[in-house]
């Protein structure tokens, strides 16, 4: 287990919130919505702001040297986070963002009648940009159909992948279950029939190495918030080898060479041709300043950690007859449940009343109700920080939560 | 004033529990000469729709279905039964005092009747929109008159 106390001691929300003037301890379990940021990251933040403000890639100066440099280590750590080249990585807005510009920088690629495989665990970040350009370029949605588990098996993929898949676009943990997609053996599938894979790594990253050279995917969207980093930032990874199939969504200064009157455009290389505009500076270094955080911990220990607690949280709340587990079997840091006939809102609230905070309603993955058969799901999810006196305060919750109306009297 | 206490928590609870088990005005019907409105909010899963009848002015008829949460279904339940015979002005009225209740400010206890129960929701502001989701979606209603 990792040492909570003195991790804490690196988060601002804890020394704000724990303290002798709080009557009730913080107990935050949202952490798959998005994390609590360590001070070496908001520091490395107001660094930029207060020490080197300057604009990158365009000034001669040497205040925009040191930025410039501090920018392109920057992306190495970020790249090295996840095993990617440098020329491999461009800087987003956040995961979001990423699987719009991954959809629509595939639109010159895709023709009528190609398919995108897509699944029902999917956020809907990974689904309505599919949508759109489907629709824009009268493409067909596939679903791939998963276990009762929500794993999406090689075989299932298999059963629906075709001569005409042009993309599969999957989440590698999905963000209301937390289930663990094999995706280097769907990945082999994919490339067997020359279709792309991109990878919604958002609930991956946080939690667990990623080696975009060992999976082999074509594409890998994340988001920095949910990694201890700050909100507004993301990676967008494209594998060398697809690049020549790509084309900018975005347009702007700095991602262009020069153009002229009569239209033509040359563009720079990825990945400054999908960096148009003024980044966001101070975000990205608070960025590489959470990989390294991570990183120093290390994220195996912090899987372990998370499991672990999981293991003691399902252990109690197996125990207890009103509740409902909908992903006990999988080790991910997400706890996905509800209280008979109770709504998971009001239990949402009635948890918040004891200073517990998690999400309720559908997550996002608006399709998953159609599998789950359940329309809104209590979820809450695990990170470093957390510790057992965190599911203690969850479940003794819990067990009054017949109770869920007195917050409003 | 109303027939009840409004200051005793253990009956506010109750109302809202009763509505919540036992949701009044609660079907799904085929007929054109119901206006019908559906209201999803943005934030949560509540997800109701609103079908009301209106002759002369006066709402004649009015069912609800859909999915809420204990305090959106027992709040329709009881905007469903409060409204009904009274005429669109008299309806607005009361959308208006129970508006009025939710923000604190004064507001006339016996028009709102069994609504007065959620008095206290506003001590968690994110819920708000569920205990009048059923009122805004009247409105609309109204607006298509």
Redesign the interface.
């Known amino acids: 287990m990792l040492d909570v106390k003195d991790i804490r001691k690196d988060f601002p929300m804890y020394s704000l919130h724990n303290n002798e003037y709080e009557a009730k301890p913080l107990h935050y379990l949202d952490n798959a919505a998005t994390s609590f940021k360590p001070s070496v990251v908001i520091n490395k933040i107001n660094e930029y702001y207060n020490n080197y403000s300057a604009n990158t890639k365009r000034s001669d100066y040497s205040l925009a040297y040191k930025i410039d440099q501090e920018f392109e280590e920057a992306r190495k750590i970020v790249a090295s986070f996840i095993n990617a080249n440098i020329d491999e990585v461009a800087f987003t807005s956040g995961a979001t963002m990423s699987l719009n510009e991954i959809a629509y920088s595939l639109l010159y690629e895709l023709k009528e009648g190609d398919e995108i495989i897509l699944s029902y665990n999917e956020h809907a970040s990974n689904v309505l940009p599919w949508y759109n350009i489907a629709k824009m370029k009268r493409c067909k949605i596939v679903f791939a159909p998963s276990d009762k588990k929500g794993v999406i098996t090689p075989n299932n993929l298999s059963k629906v992948i075709t001569k005409i898949t042009k993309v599969v676009s999957l989440a590698s943990v999905t963000n209301v279950l937390g289930v663990r997609q094999p995706i280097k053996e769907l990945v082999k599938i994919t490339h067997n029939n020359n279709a792309l894979f991109v990878c919604d790594g958002a609930q991956e990253a946080p939690h667990h190495k990623i080696d975009v050279k060992d999976t082999n995917v074509d594409f890998l969207a994340l988001s920095s918030h949910k990694m201890v980093g700050p909100t507004g930032v993301g990676l967008l990874y494209v594998k060398k080898e697809v690049q020549n199939k790509i084309w900018p969504f975005i347009y702007g200064g700095e991602m262009n060479s020069r153009f002229d009157s009569s239209l033509s455009v040359s563009l720079k290389e990825f990945p400054f041709s999908f960096e148009a505009g003024t980044q966001n500076i101070a975000g990205i270094l608070g960025f590489a300043e959470a990989c390294k955080y991570l990183n120093n911990i290390g994220l195996e220990e912090i899987e372990k950690h998370e499991k672990s607690l999981k293991t003691y949280a399902i252990k109690q709340l197996k125990e207890m007859k009103n509740i409902i587990l909908y992903n006990d079997f999988n080790d991910s840091g997400i706890i996905t449940f509800n209280v008979k006939d109770?709504?998971?809102?009001?239990v949402a609230?009635y948890l918040?009343?004891n200073n517990v905070f998690i999400r309720?309603?559908?997550h996002c993955a608006k399709l998953l109700p159609e599998v789950l058969n359940v329309?809104?799901t209590c979820r809450a999810s695990l990170y470093l920080y957390n510790d057992y006196s965190d599911i203690d305060a969850l479940v003794s919750s819990l067990k009054k939560s017949g109770d869920?109306?007195?917050?409003?009297? | 004033m109303s027939t009840f206490d409004i200051t005793n928590p253990v009956i506010l609870r109750e109302i809202i529990m009763d509505h919540y088990s036992n949701p009044r005005n609660k079907k799904e019907i085929d007929d054109p000469s119901f206006i019908l409105v559906h209201m999803d909010s943005a934030s949560c899963i509540d997800d109701i729709y609103i079908q009301v009848k209106i002759v002369n002015n006066i709402i004649k008829k009015i069912y609800w279905h859909g999915e809420g949460c204990a305090i959106s279904t027992a709040s329709t339940s009881i905007m469903s039964e409060l409204v009904i015979n009274k005429s669109v002005e008299e309806a607005k009225n009361i959308i208006h005092n129970f508006y009025n209740m939710l923000e604190s400010k004064e507001f006339d206890h016996d028009l709102l009747d069994e609504a007065i129960c959620f008095i206290n929701v506003n001590r968690q502001p994110s819920r708000i929109t569920c205990a009048n989701i059923s009122y805004r979606g009247l409105e609309k209603v109204f607006e298509k008159l």
Do not use: P, R
């Not at chain 1, 109770?342 to 009001?346: G, K, L, T, V």
């Not at chain 1, 869920?404 to 009297?409: A, E, I, N, S, T």
């Open positions: 109770i709504h998971a809102q009001d609230t918040s009343s309720s309603g559908n329309n809104s869920f109306l007195d917050v409003y009297f």
